[in-house]
């Protein structure tokens, strides 16, 4: 069965250095996502991604954020300058909202640490 | 605005006996699904069971199901023979169909123990 894939499982980084996550999603979906999870907390949708751009983006999305999809195939989040406070279980789903079940399939997660 | 409530925070259950964990949202829309995710220890996101709001019929995936009432828009989880696997963070959600964008809009959870 397909899945979506994400790498790295877990990054730990210093506070204003930059990383990119990394997502491939499920090959024949078109809407791409990425939901953040603070230990403890509820999940926050952060963006979502058709047709090759922002379809939406919520508040904690700002200029420190960027999604990308270089390849046709991976799908990633980059965070330009770390801080404390993004520190969190970072999921990648995707769907295809034409198909009969509009479930979003989610990955693994990376778990993001800034110290 | 489109709202979940989970009302548990917390819940527990002897192995092999039932539960379920309650969910009512808000939605102005007619035609949408509901999910009921499920996150262990591990924190890996699993979808549980799905329910599709123009079928009358409940929902239902071995030990899982659901109990749901349109109009009360009320979306529980029943689990049945409880097993230690199952323990875990229990998200109820449903996509946001504003702008066809469908971002999930998620319950706060329920964290559920199941004891041996």
């Known amino acids: 069965e397909p899945e979506v894939t994400q790498t790295p499982s877990h990054q730990v980084t210093q506070m204003g250095q930059e990383v990119i996550l990394r997502c491939v999603p499920i090959s024949n979906h078109l809407y791409f996502y990425w939901y953040r999870q603070i230990l403890g907390q509820k999940v926050e949708f952060l963006v979502s991604f058709y047709n090759n751009e922002i379809s939406e983006k919520s508040e904690i999305f700002d200029d420190q954020f960027s999604v990308e999809r270089p390849d046709g195939s991976n799908f990633t989040l980059k965070i330009r300058s770390t801080k404390l406070e993004d520190s969190a279980m970072y999921f990648c789903?995707?769907?295809?909202?034409?198909?009969?079940?509009?479930?979003?399939?989610f990955g693994p997660g990376t778990r993001l640490t800034v110290l | 605005a489109q709202t979940v409530t989970q009302s548990q925070p917390e819940m527990s259950v002897q192995e092999a006996e039932t539960v379920t964990l309650s969910c009512t949202y808000d939605t102005s829309e007619n035609n949408y699904y509901l999910f009921w995710y499920k996150q262990p220890p591990s924190r890996q996101m699993i979808l549980v069971i799905r329910q599709e709001a123009y079928k009358q019929q409940n929902a239902t995936e071995n030990r899982f199901s659901v109990n749901f009432q349109k109009a009360a828009k009320s979306f529980s989880l029943k689990i049945s023979d409880s097993q230690l696997g199952d323990t875990a963070m229990y998200f109820c959600a449903f996509p946001n169909n504003a702008g066809n964008n469908r971002k999930l809009i998620w319950g706060l959870g329920t964290s559920l123990a199941v004891n041996p």
């Open positions: 789903a995707s769907t295809n909202p034409g198909g009969s079940t509009d479930t979003q399939y």
